[in-house]
């Protein structure tokens, strides 16, 4: 079974700092591209950041640049996502998911964005 096991969440305060981990089992990790999506109460889900493999192209939103990084270790088949300079408006339900990496990574910006897998969400409170 494919897994992707997302974990790192928490509650922090505003201009605090989180790393997310997602945890890939069950495919073959360096064929497919990795990324971060989230989803707000009442909002849809967007794409924060993707990782592809093996040319490590990396995509970020707008809100994410400057602030996030996203990285992959393959000896552990696990992406992180290191969230600095948080704010109130980042709260959300953190997803991982994975698409195959011929498809590239600008895919993470679409309205919607379709993966193959997804993993459970870690959510992430930021306080004011």
């Known amino acids: 079974d494919v897994q992707l096991q997302a974990s790192g969440g928490g509650l922090v305060q505003a201009g605090g700092s989180l790393r997310l981990s997602c945890v890939v089992s069950?495919?073959?990790?360096?064929?497919?591209?990795i990324g971060w999506f989230r989803q707000a109460p009442r909002k849809d889900r967007e794409g924060v950041s993707c990782?592809?493999?093996?040319?490590?192209?990396?995509w970020y939103s707008d809100s994410a640049k400057g602030r996030f990084t996203i990285s992959r270790d393959n000896t552990k088949n696990t992406v992180y996502l290191q969230m600095n300079s948080l704010n109130p408006e980042d709260t959300a339900l953190y997803y991982c998911?994975?698409?195959?990496?011929?498809?590239?990574?600008?895919?993470?910006?679409?309205?919607?964005?379709?993966?193959?897998?997804w993993g459970q969400g870690t959510q992430v409170t930021v306080s004011s």
């Open positions: 990782l592809s493999n093996p040319d490590s192209d990396a």
């Open positions: 069950g495919i073959t990790f360096a064929d497919y591209t």
């Open positions: 998911g994975a698409k195959r990496s011929l498809y590239g990574t600008e895919w993470c910006g679409l309205p919607g964005p379709v993966v193959e897998y």
